[in-house]
């Protein structure tokens, strides 16, 4: 009989090897950094051409030349939902020389199901629409102009892409994602596919390892002018889109409609910085418009992760999802950079690796709120500083990319031991 009190030890103590697949925009890219600085052989395999899911766009400078760890193969892979095909890296026999697989985007249906134990990391999109038997329906509506046989094609490869998204999930040790009661469709989802509370687990990550705070001091801007950031995508009007989930509504109205009135009732000198990006970019430049705000309103071209950053250090006041979604990254990394946010932060879905009560966030669901914060905020320097920093100190303590990986791998180490005890 094997001696199982020596393999549960070799289990959490030994250096792994461990591949990354999918998009590497928000979480994956800094949990397999901490990996790797905690020790273990991580690969990350960059499966997207979009800069938005390259580190390219998130770190000025980045090379793949000086990170060998970092292998592109986008132009191997065609991910667009209704094709996949695999690259050489993605063959089951490269995929059995790890002894871990983290899967995030299309990464769950191009190497999931593999024999290899999985981690899923979840966002909205991949469990929403990727993992979703309704998403074939909806492409079949949506490609009306297609001819017949196009069509069909079209809908059979995605339900494909469906059946292994599904398959991936349902075969993981675990899964990450928003807590119960945050997206009751994906809790749906999650249940139909058979995934337990043992296996579900939740977290938010700040990039604190990359981000260093910049002083208000440093800014050059009369300090009477109160720069505001809006760091969500531009998604607010409803009847939501089918093909969108609860998570991506963003209520840049309740921002227009609480910077409006703040303007009003105070006479202030503000700035408000919208980016285009999202689907509602048109409705928000005619609701500045109705508004009377314009000349208060300073538009960005979408910009890379590191130009956002250089954004949050230019601005006195970040604010982030009013609406259905939660707090995400750009609001984390916000506050990394030490400045305050103003968001939606759902008090109804607290939880395990979700804002605790004491996060220093200030918490609005309504125009009245935004406007009563940026009242609050207006002229007070020595308040949004201490308000910032606060934010930097809560962040590294509960949203590191260290605690992340501690957790997967606590995770991981758990299965091979149940898998030992079964010898």
């Known amino acids: ?196 509370s043992r296996q579900r687990t939740s977290f938010m990550l700040s990039d604190v390892d990359h981000i260093v705070p910049q002083p208000l001091s440093a800014v050059q801007r009369p300090p009477s002018t109160l720069r505001v950031f809006n760091v969500a995508r531009l998604n607010w009007r409803q009847p939501k889109p089918a093909h969108m989930s609860e998570l991506d509504m963003k209520g840049t109205d309740v921002l227009l409609s609480g910077f409006a009135a703040f303007l009003q009732r105070t006479s202030a000198d503000a700035q408000l910085v919208l980016v285009r990006k999202g689907i509602d970019i048109e409705a928000t430049e005619r609701e500045v418009e109705r508004l009377g705000i314009a000349k208060n309103v300073i538009w960005l071209a979408e910009m890379s992760q590191a130009e956002v950053f250089e954004q949050y250090a230019m601005a006195d006041v970040v604010t982030e999802q009013l609406s259905t979604s939660y707090v995400g990254m750009g609001g984390l990394d916000a506050m990394a950079a030490g400045r305050p946010v103003i968001a939606n932060t759902r008090p109804d879905a607290r939880g395990e690796g979700l804002l605790r009560e004491d996060a220093p966030v200030l918490h609005a669901e309504t125009s009245d709120d935004v406007c009563r914060h940026l009242q609050r905020l207006a002229g007070a320097r020595q308040q949004i500083s201490s308000l910032g920093e606060q934010s930097r100190r809560y962040v590294e303590e509960w949203h590191s990319p260290a605690a992340a990986a501690r957790r997967i791998l606590s995770m991981h180490a758990a299965t091979c031991r149940g898998f030992a005890e079964t010898l």
């Open 1 to 196: 009989m094997a001696d199982t009190a020596s393999q549960r030890q070799d289990h959490t103590q030994r250096r792994l090897t461990i591949c990354f697949v999918g998009n590497t925009n928000n979480y994956p890219f800094l949990v397999a950094s901490a990996m790797r600085g905690m020790g273990h052989d991580v690969t990350v395999l960059l499966d997207r051409t979009e800069q938005l899911h390259r580190p390219h766009g998130r770190y000025e400078g980045f090379d793949l030349v000086t990170a060998p760890w970092v292998r592109d193969i986008s132009q191997e892979v065609t991910a667009d939902g209704w094709t996949l095909n695999h690259s050489e890296e993605l063959r089951p026999q490269r995929l059995k020389q790890y002894d871990l697989l983290v899967l995030n985007g299309f990464g769950l249906a191009l190497a999931g199901g593999r024999g290899t134990p999985s981690f899923a990391m979840l966002t909205g999109s991949d469990l929403t629409q990727l993992a979703n038997w309704s998403s074939v329906g909806l492409l079949w509506k949506n490609l009306h102009s297609l001819g017949l046989l196009r069509r069909v094609l079209a809908c059979l490869l995605h339900a494909r892409t469906v059946r292994r998204q599904r398959r991936a999930i349902r075969r993981s040790f675990g899964v990450s994602y928003f807590v119960r009661g945050v997206v009751p469709e994906a809790d749906r989802l999650l249940d139909g596919l058979g995934v337990g």
